[in-house]
Nanobody
């Protein structure tokens, strides 16, 4: 069983930055795919970025490409989402998820979420 705990959310003004963290315990597999998702009120959940725990970036949503960076620290079993040039439309609950099978399509483990609010 994998537990995921997100942190780092908060409120910022447009143009600001936040870094989200997702700590996995007790461990993850080297071929696991880790993803960040977000869901705004009244909208469907959308994928933001994926990364293999081995470090190969697989995906960024077009809406965040060039502004967000996903990274991982194997030693800490932690995945990060650096969010720069934040926009009000980035406001959402952000979730970390793990696909232990590595396909980046079947995320069986989810964190509780961390709120990001961007004001104009």
């Amino acid at each position: 069983q994998v537990q995921l705990v997100e942190s780092g959310g908060g409120s910022v003004q447009a143009g600001g930055s936040l870094r989200l963290s997702c700590a996995a315990s007790p461990y993850t597999y080297n071929n696991a795919c880790m993803g960040w998702f977000r869901q705004a009120p009244g909208k469907e959940r959308e994928g933001v970025a994926n990364i293999y725990f081995g470090g190969e970036t697989t995906y960024y949503a077009a809406s965040v490409k060039g502004r967000f960076t996903i990274s991982q620290d194997n030693a800490k079993n932690t995945v990060y989402l650096q969010m720069n040039s934040l926009k009000p439309e980035d406001t959402a609950m952000y979730y970390c998820a793990a696909d232990l099978g590595g396909s980046c399509s079947v995320f069986g483990y989810w964190g509780q979420g961390t709120q990001v609010t961007v004001s104009s």
